[in-house]
């Protein structure tokens, strides 16, 4: 089970912080990864952490804006959002994918949970 949450209404220039977290076990051998979607738009994977440490993803819209990390201790993922717009509104969603070594396609993630609501306002 994942549980995204953070989200929330924000002005343009701020900032949010979205946790995920997972309440199985074994969540070190999860690979983790960040997605965002909005309406008329496709699923867009943001940011992810491979299982095995030292591999970071982002995608080039919030590359410099945006930082994943993990604490495996806590079963969370962290998205720290800065200097948003209000482009970045949009649904986000965590997911997860055991052992998962190409973390760049959305169709290895297995485990998807909850959006939370990202509004930027102008």
């Known amino acids: 089970q994942l549980q995204a949450s953070g989200g929330g209404l924000v002005q343009a220039g701020g900032s949010l912080r979205l946790s995920c977290t997972n309440s199985g076990r074994a969540f070190s051998s999860y690979s983790m990864g960040w997605f965002r979607q909005s309406p008329g738009k496709e699923r867009e994977l943001l940011a992810a952490l491979r299982w095995t440490g030292g591999s970071t993803y982002y995608a080039d819209s919030v590359k410099g804006r945006f930082t994943v990390s993990r604490d495996n201790a806590k079963n969370a993922v962290y998205l720290q959002m800065n200097s948003l717009n209000p482009e970045d509104t949009a649904v986000y969603y965590c997911?997860?994918?055991?052992?998962?070594?190409?973390?760049?396609?959305?169709?290895?993630?297995?485990?998807w949970g909850q959006g939370t609501q990202v509004t930027v306002s102008s």
């Open positions: 997911a997860a994918g055991r052992l998962l070594m190409d973390i760049t396609a959305a169709h290895n993630y297995n485990y």
